[in-house]
């Protein structure tokens, strides 16, 4: 049975950093891309970085460039997201989603994150 679960979500200060974690299970984890989604209330769900499972190449959404790194071992999950520099914009609901061949699918249920003074 294929499990995505997100953690590391949570209440943060504006210029803070956090750490998003996404722990799979069920698939062959090094054969599938993985990214990160942030969906704010009222807004559509848009890609905030990915990473490849072939040489690990990354991209991100123009809003996170040089404050966001996602990460990845092929040996093992997780998938990380490091999120610096936050601002309240940053706020929402985390997903991890993972994409593999004939573009298969999985998402997890996400992770909150609150940026607020």
């Known amino acids: 049975q294929v499990q995505i679960v997100e953690s590391g979500g949570g209440w943060v200060q504006p210029g803070g950093s956090l750490r998003l974690s996404c722990a799979t299970s069920?698939?062959?984890?090094?054969?599938?891309?993985m990214s990160w989604f942030r969906q704010a209330p009222g807004k559509v769900r848009e890609l905030v970085a990915s990473?490849?499972?072939?040489?690990?190449?990354?991209d991100y959404a123009d809003s996170v460039k040089g404050r966001f790194t996602i990460s990845r071992d092929n040996g093992k999950t997780p998938v990380y997201l490091q999120m610096n520099s936050r601002n309240p914009d940053t706020s929402g609901m985390y997903y991890c989603?993972?994409?593999?061949?004939?573009?298969?699918?999985?998402w997890g249920q996400g992770t909150q994150v609150t940026v607020s003074s």
């Open positions: 990473i490849s499972h072939v040489r690990s190449s990354t």
């Open positions: 069920g698939f062959t984890f090094s054969r599938y891309a």
């Open positions: 989603r993972a994409v593999g061949g004939a573009n298969l699918k999985f």
